[in-house]
Nanobody, 115 residues
Framework: EVQLVESGGGLVQAGGSLRLSCAAS????????MCWFRQAPGKEREGVSC????????YYADSVKGRFTISSDNAKNTVYLQMNSLKPEDTAVYYC????????WGQGTQVTVSS
């Protein structure tokens, strides 16, 4: 059974930090790019950051560049999103996504940034 389990969300004040984790199982982690998406109330889901499976190249949305860092630990089948200098507009449900031959989604974790 494929599972992507996110954790690490919560409530934080503006300027604070959170670290999201996504533990993957049930598929070959090394064969998939891993991404984080987010969806704020009333808005479409948007891509935040991705890390490729082969060379570890990373992608960041302009809105998070310089503040968020994606990383992965292939030995643990886990991808992380370190979020610093958080802003109220970062408030959203954050989803982990595995992108390869198939597409898998986690259940999401809520991040709320208060002003």
């Amino acid at each position: 059974e494929v599972q992507l389990v996110e954790s690490g969300g919560g409530l934080v004040q503006a300027g604070g930090s959170l670290r999201l984790s996504c533990a993957a199982s049930g598929f070959t982690f090394d064969d998939y790019a891993m991404c984080w998406f987010r969806q704020a109330p009333g808005k479409e889901r948007e891509g935040v950051s991705c890390i490729s499976s082969g060379d570890g190249r990373t992608y960041y949305a302009d809105s998070v560049k310089g503040r968020f860092t994606i990383s992965s630990d292939n030995a643990k089948n886990t991808v992380y999103l370190q979020m610093n200098s958080l802003k109220p507009e970062d408030t959203a449900v954050y989803y982990c996504d595995a992108d390869g031959i198939y597409h898998y989604w986690g259940q999401g974790t809520q991040v709320t940034v208060s002003s």
